[in-house]
């Protein structure tokens, strides 16, 4: 640590609030404790949690930083004792419960990857968050296989587009719901089959039409709201669904007649407040069935724009108004 600056900046949440509560501060260089390494951060993804954590609704777990950022890319600079198995100057990404939003962040090195060769350090920043919730989520909780269907909601959000180009390349056929005639045409681009306009069209009735009336065998969900109800509609017999958000709210009446004759599971859950273990497990597996689809160029993080580090209150204007497709990525 003695060849790094001690101060740093960061984007503090000054208070709850609106985007303009995002303020650069100096604060200390984070140093690594026994098990971590510290990242010279060169790019940091945007994500929805980090908007709740802004607003008050999404504390960060206990230790964590209160900077916000939940994903980063950039150099290892410093390493902790009993970390092993990377050495200063290595490129890698991380899934971190915070902190993101630095010139410098501390991970945990079993939370870290190699940065897949050919993936550039700006894509690389988008691929933690939604690569890690996509995989426990869909492959693991929902146990997606190849050939079976997936309906992904927000298809082209962050989670939605990883998720699309993910299941397509590992086997599954891919529907997708997304707000524009644009952003259907992304999602499919990406890999889905059919990308449904929420605004326009019944998608409980599509996906039931393109499979023949069986409906589908998984859905990723992160809209709640009257869509747990349309979920429970659209779902095949043994169909899994995931709720990992609810922009249209958790608390809903739902008719649980669905559930028992089609023997569906409704499941769900979140990956930030996970252990270092949990999340390290993730890990391994992104890197034995993912990875080689980022080497080969099959898979790539969709990145709409970057801002600078210092424009952090931009990017989440840019998050709000919902007008992204996939990822929005800070630059340091």
């Given at each position: 640590m003695t060849a790094l600056s001690r101060e740093m900046t960061a984007i503090a949440i000054t208070k709850p609030g609106g985007p303009d509560v995002l303020k650069p501060q100096?604060?200390?260089v984070p140093v690594p404790k026994d098990h971590e390494i510290l990242i010279k951060v060169e790019a940091a993804g945007v994500n929805r949690p980090d908007v709740?954590?802004?607003?008050?609704?999404?504390?960060p777990p206990p230790g964590a930083p209160s900077t916000p950022g939940l994903e980063v890319a950039g150099k290892v600079v410093a390493r902790g004792a009993?970390?092993?198995?990377?050495k200063e100057g290595d490129?890698?990404?991380?899934?971190?419960p915070g902190g993101g939003y630095a010139e410098y962040c501390a991970a945990a090195e079993d939370n870290?990857?190699?940065i897949p060769e050919g993936v550039s350090m700006i894509e690389a920043g988008g691929i933690p968050e939604t690569f890690f919730t996509v995989w426990t989520n869909v492959f693991e909780r929902a146990g997606l296989k190849p050939k079976e269907t997936l309906l992904v909601h927000g298809g082209s959000s962050g989670i939605g587009t990883s998720a699309i180009m993910m299941a397509h390349h590992l086997g599954a056929r891919v529907f997708a719901t997304a707000g524009s005639p644009e952003k259907c045409r992304a999602c499919e681009k990406l890999g889905a089959e059919r990308c449904i306009d929420y605004r326009s069209e019944d998608f409980v009735q599509i996906v039931k039409d393109a499979?023949?009336?069986?409906?589908?065998?998984v859905i990723l969900d992160m809209v709640g709201g009257d869509y747990v109800g349309r979920n429970l509609a659209a779902a095949a017999m043994h169909g899994r669904i995931v709720n990992i958000a609810f922009l249209k709210g958790s608390k809903v009446e739902v008719d649980l007649l669905p559930i028992m004759l089609k023997r569906l599971t409704l499941t769900g859950s979140t990956l930030r407040p996970r252990s270092v273990a949990e999340k390290a497990e993730i890990a391994r597996a992104l890197e034995a069935k993912v990875w080689p689809l980022l080497a080969e160029g099959k898979v790539r993080p969709q990145i709409y724009k970057t801002f600078p580090l210092t424009e952090a209150a931009e990017a989440h204007r840019l998050m709000e108004s919902s007008a992204h497709i996939g990822k929005i990525i800070l630059q340091t």
């Amino acid at each position: 640590m003695t060849a790094l600056s001690r101060e740093m900046t960061a984007i503090a949440i000054t208070k709850p609030g609106g985007p303009d509560v995002l303020k650069p501060q100096r604060i200390a260089v984070p140093v690594p404790k026994d098990h971590e390494i510290l990242i010279k951060v060169e790019a940091a993804g945007v994500n929805r949690p980090d908007v709740l954590q802004r607003q008050g609704g999404y504390p960060p777990p206990p230790g964590a930083p209160s900077t916000p950022g939940l994903e980063v890319a950039g150099k290892v600079v410093a390493r902790g004792a009993s970390a092993r198995r990377y050495k200063e100057g290595d490129a890698v990404l991380a899934l971190v419960p915070g902190g993101g939003y630095a010139e410098y962040c501390a991970a945990a090195e079993d939370n870290a990857l190699p940065i897949p060769e050919g993936v550039s350090m700006i894509e690389a920043g988008g691929i933690p968050e939604t690569f890690f919730t996509v995989w426990t989520n869909v492959f693991e909780r929902a146990g997606l296989k190849p050939k079976e269907t997936l309906l992904v909601h927000g298809g082209s959000s962050g989670i939605g587009t990883s998720a699309i180009m993910m299941a397509h390349h590992l086997g599954a056929r891919v529907f997708a719901t997304a707000g524009s005639p644009e952003k259907c045409r992304a999602c499919e681009k990406l890999g889905a089959e059919r990308c449904i306009d929420y605004r326009s069209e019944d998608f409980v009735q599509i996906v039931k039409d393109a499979t023949q009336g069986k409906g589908v065998d998984v859905i990723l969900d992160m809209v709640g709201g009257d869509y747990v109800g349309r979920n429970l509609a659209a779902a095949a017999m043994h169909g899994r669904i995931v709720n990992i958000a609810f922009l249209k709210g958790s608390k809903v009446e739902v008719d649980l007649l669905p559930i028992m004759l089609k023997r569906l599971t409704l499941t769900g859950s979140t990956l930030r407040p996970r252990s270092v273990a949990e999340k390290a497990e993730i890990a391994r597996a992104l890197e034995a069935k993912v990875w080689p689809l980022l080497a080969e160029g099959k898979v790539r993080p969709q990145i709409y724009k970057t801002f600078p580090l210092t424009e952090a209150a931009e990017a989440h204007r840019l998050m709000e108004s919902s007008a992204h497709i996939g990822k929005i990525i800070l630059q340091t």
